[in-house]
């Protein structure tokens, strides 16, 4: 009786042993890693960085492949706060007709703007309106509304070319030249500003150089 349990177990155990053999050969030979290159492209978004952050092409370029039909279809997600037509009255949210372009948090037959969004200051241009409809509270801290945003970088997109439809008709902006580089992430300042703005300033026409170099070749041409 003993022999055959200890059989018994043996087998047991050996067979255990090979199928932990064979899981952990078949993970070394089918193991898989995400490709360098994706095999499709989601539109708005371009390659990971080196950090692994999703480069986000500029708002100028996704406008010029914006799709109204598509933005209209995704504004019907708004429509529970806001209405667009003209005159139309205001809900939870804002009457939007006419938006681009406006002062932020200004007109809109007298609507209750929070402190935080007057804060905010300048005017619904395209990259504030990109900003503004990625994350709304990080836009403007403190804001009443209670959208989380748009993820999707061409969705967004299609509703601002929706929107600057609706009364505005704002001059679409350049695509940058081909070869620029994108933005990285949707970044955007403590009161997005949008963009990414230089804070090096360039010397005036006519202004001595600063450059070590070029300041040299000057005195030695008696500059």
């Known amino acids: 009786m003993d022999n055959r349990f200890n059989t018994i177990a043996g087998w047991a155990l050996a067979g255990g042993i090979a199928a932990l053999g064979l899981s952990i050969a078949s993970g070394m030979y089918f193991h898989a ?3 360098e290159h994706m095999g ?31 933005g209209e279809a995704s504004f019907k ?20 007709y006419g938006t681009m372009g406006e002062g932020i948090a200004q007109g809109k037959a007298g ?13 619904w241009d395209f990259d504030k309106m990109d900003a503004w409809l990625t994350n709304p509270r990080k836009f403007a801290t ?10 999707d970088a061409q969705e967004r997109a299609n509703v601002i070319a929706y929107l600057n439809a609706q009364g505005s008709n ?7 030249a081909a070869g620029a580089a994108p933005v990285e992430g949707n970044a955007t ?17 006519g202004a001595p150089s600063t450059d070590p170099a070029a300041k040299a070749q000057a005195e030695k041409k008696g500059v």
Request: proline share 8%; hydrophobic share 40%.
């Open 33 to 35: 890693e995400r490709p």
């Open 40 to 70: 499709y492209v989601i539109e708005g978004v371009e390659e990971a960085s080196e950090g692994g952050a999703a480069v986000v092409a500029p708002i100028a370029t996704r406008l010029a492949s914006a799709d109204l039909a598509k």
């Open 77 to 96: 997600k708004c429509m529970a706060c806001h209405t667009i037509n003209q005159g139309g009255a205001n809900g939870i949210g804002p009457n939007l």
């Open 111 to 123: 609507f209750a703007f929070s402190d935080a969004l007057k804060a905010v200051g300048g005017s």
């Open 142 to 151: 403190g804001t009443k509304m209670t959208f989380a945003g748009i993820p």
């Open 170 to 176: 704002l001059p679409l902006p350049a695509a940058p």
């Open 189 to 205: 300042d403590d009161h997005a500003a949008g963009g990414n703005l230089s804070n090096q300033a360039t010397p005036a026409e």
